[in-house]
């Protein structure tokens, strides 16, 4: 265990909040805040990587949406896969003929499954308040099997490419790390705003020529711009081979619905924002009551879930020719459904069986209702509430699956941090809810690694060389001793609850076993464990306060 309270300097209270999931603006105390670097990778966190790694006799889930198939030996050799080899069939002595040769480290993955290394696509490390920078964050998600992470943003413009670089180095658990800008952002263009199209690509090009310990952005998190500032951001991002993805917000849906995002080159949307606007029936803007207020956030989330009746119907002529225009223009979905999840049933989200033991007290308070912090918004949260938001999910899901089934992507995404939301445990979240809205087991897989590599990718020269277990690409893997195709629940980092029928006693099974990234094999449960221990710590400390005897 790594962490002491005597060598870490807890982070400000900026909440992982101002860098928030509904493109709200950086406060300028937000925007001012030096971020510290995340805590040094111990000696004795993560194993590797070798000269040779086998891992012997494991069933194989490959991410591309193909059957699993088992036994199986896959060979590593420092950070790159070289061979996966077919060494028997089930239930039936293992061909030693056909075992590739020792390793100078071995696992005996018998009984276990080997998948690619998960994608979250849409993270934000912010600042959790008592909590070492980035290491309660990383190690959450780590333990659940994220091996590469894009923040949009991770932090601020330069601290979040001090982070990319550390962990392509690995002298910090965490991620690969994908970096996406806003425009604006950056300490060098020192606050300039974005007024005219040509301010915009002057951002970008400024952007891009950005390099900090090696590393650069790698592509744009846009939110609601004028048209033509709106195009001039996406166009002069490509020249740059960098991917866009917008968070389409309220204010400007009237002049930019997902589809015309879509036109003007967007490679991706996050949420669903725009998606209902792209396809209403009645009005050509959302049916707002007149006593709207878009800065109430009860307003504000409460009428999302009233978009269900203004859409067009699931098979309806618009329906369809708005999965079509989506094909058409290769867009990418990356719902976050997980993150929104507490409008259909806020008691599920806030009662979750995880906050005990992973959720700091302080992250804790942050949810609670308020008026100022965002996401907050349960100030009087009731059943109609939820009524017409599950409502809007039932008819989300189906274009989903409607648009999965056609031959489009759809990603995995969390967003956490806001909305009884946790980092980690809610992105294993996402994987059950694409499962209820019709996706196949496999097919969750694939959203999850596969098609989040080709999206991260789609600009570049070279095809991705992760998402996949195939020769020649990156060792980042996850290992499981249940079946998560039977059951995805054993993929949350406390597993799943199940009767022992010998001893007649409820327990649990399941949690990711090993993480393993760049070849480096990661103990899920002793990072989950760290993560129990930074929390036992904060409650402690507030108990103290609260009684008199300490600090």
């Not at 300028?28 to 040779?52: H, L, S, V």
């Amino acid at each position: 265990m790594k962490y002491h309270r005597s060598s870490r300097r807890p982070f400000p209270f900026l909440l992982p909040l101002l860098l928030c999931a509904v493109a709200v603006t950086l406060s300028p105390i937000a925007a001012q805040a030096q971020m510290e670097p995340t805590t040094p990778r111990g000696a004795d966190e993560g194993q590797g990587p070798f000269d040779r790694l086998v891992i012997r006799g494991v069933t194989v889930i490959d991410g591309t949406g193909s059957p699993p198939r088992g036994p199986m030996d896959v060979v590593i050799e420092n950070n790159r896969i070289v061979e996966i080899a077919s060494v028997g069939y089930p239930l039936v002595d293992i061909n030693e003929q056909r075992r590739p040769e020792a390793g100078d480290h071995e696992i005996d993955g018998e009984g276990m499954f080997l998948l690619p290394g998960f994608v979250d696509m849409h993270a934000h490390t912010g600042g959790v308040p008592k909590a070492p920078q980035g290491e309660y964050v990383y190690k959450l998600w780590m333990g659940h099997g994220i091996t590469t992470s894009r923040g949009v943003p991770h932090g601020n413009f330069e601290w979040q490419l001090r982070e990319k670089a550390l962990a392509a180095q690995n002298t910090i658990v965490a991620p690969h790390m994908y970096s996406y800008a806003r425009p604006g952002s950056g300490e060098g263009w020192g606050g300039r705003l974005i007024i005219t199209p040509e301010d915009a690509r002057e951002w970008v090009r400024w952007a891009a020529s950005q390099e900090i310990e090696g590393q650069t952005i790698d592509g744009l998190k846009l939110g609601a711009y004028d048209p033509e500032i709106m195009a001039a951001l996406i166009d002069e991002a490509h020249r740059f081979d960098l991917e866009t993805v917008a968070h389409l917000d309220q204010m400007g849906m009237a002049r930019m619905t997902a589809v015309e995002a879509a036109r003007v080159g967007l490679d991706m949307m996050t949420h669903y924002y725009g998606l209902m606007e792209s396809m209403l029936t009645d009005y050509s803007v959302q049916d707002w009551p007149l006593d709207y207020n878009y800065n109430d956030e009860q307003h504000r989330f409460g009428n999302v879930g009233r978009l269900w009746y203004q859409a067009a119907e699931p098979g309806s002529e618009q329906w369809e020719d708005l999965i079509d225009e989506f094909l058409e223009l290769g867009f990418g979905l990356d719902p976050t459904m997980t993150i929104y999840e507490a409008s259909r049933d806020v008691m599920r989200a806030r009662e979750a069986d995880y906050h005990e033991e992973y959720t700091l007290p302080s992250q804790d308070d942050f949810y609670q209702p308020s008026r100022v912090a965002h996401g907050s918004y349960w100030f009087y949260w009731t059943t109609e509430d939820e009524y017409h938001w599950r409502r809007f999910y039932q008819k989300w899901m189906h274009f989903l699956n409607d648009y999965k089934n056609a031959g489009g992507i759809v990603t995995t995404g969390s967003d956490s941090g806001f909305i009884y939301k946790l980092y980690g445990f809610d992105y294993i979240r996402e994987f059950e809810l694409l499962r209820e809205a019709g996706f196949h087991p496999v097919e969750v897989i694939r959203s999850a690694t596969l098609y989040p590599a080709q999206m991260l990718t789609k600009h570049g020269d070279e095809p991705a060389d992760f998402g996949i277990i195939r020769a020649g690409t990156r060792a980042d893997l996850v290992l499981v001793d249940e079946n998560p195709l039977e059951n995805l629940k054993v993929l949350y980092g406390n597993g799943a609850p199940k009767l022992d029928d010998e001893t007649g006693v409820p327990g649990r099974v399941g949690g990711i076993k090993y993480t393993i990234k760049d070849g480096i094999i990661y103990d899920a449960q002793q990072l989950l464990e760290d993560v129990r221990e930074m929390v036992r710590q904060a409650k402690a400390e507030r108990a103290a306060v609260s009684d008199g005897s300490g600090r």
